[in-house]
Nanobody, 121 residues
Framework: QVQLVESGGGLVQAGGSLRLSCAASGSIFRIYTMGWYRQAPGKQRDLVAAITNTGSTNYADSVKGRFTMSRDNAKNMVYLQMNSLKPEDTAVYYC???????????????WGQGTQVTVSS
């Protein structure tokens, strides 16, 4: 099993910054793509950003130029630096990772519990 713990959410004024972290632990042989998603009340969960195990990133158009995703493979961690935050960024942010628990294991998808980000105007 793999556990994901997100941290770094909170309340910030528009224009401010937050840095989200997601730590993966447990039975980990290799972590592949890691992603950040968000879900606002009454809306579907959408991809914010993703990063492959080789460091390639892609971002939702709404956050390009404002958010930066990175990962530390040695620590099994992924980060989301969020700058120039807007009220419309308010949501619960979730970390998702694809993990192979052993050399002969299938790759499985795991979700974190989410962290609330609230941006006031």
């Amino acid at each position: 099993q793999v556990q994901l713990v997100e941290s770094g959410g909170g309340l910030v004024q528009a224009g401010g910054s937050l840095r989200l972290s997601c730590a993966a632990s447990g039975s980990i042989f290799r972590i592949y793509t890691m992603g950040w998603y968000r879900q606002a009340p009454g809306k579907q969960r959408d991809l914010v950003a993703a990063i492959t195990n080789t460091g390639s990133t892609n971002y939702a158009d709404s956050v390009k130029g404002r958010f930066t995703m990175s990962r530390d493979n040695a620590k099994n961690m992924v980060y989301l630096q969020m700058n120039s935050l807007k009220p419309e960024d308010t949501a619960v942010y979730y970390c998702k990772v694809y993990v192979q628990s052993g050399a002969m294991s299938y790759v499985k998808e795991y979700w974190g519990q989410g962290t609330q980000v609230t941006v006031s105007s």
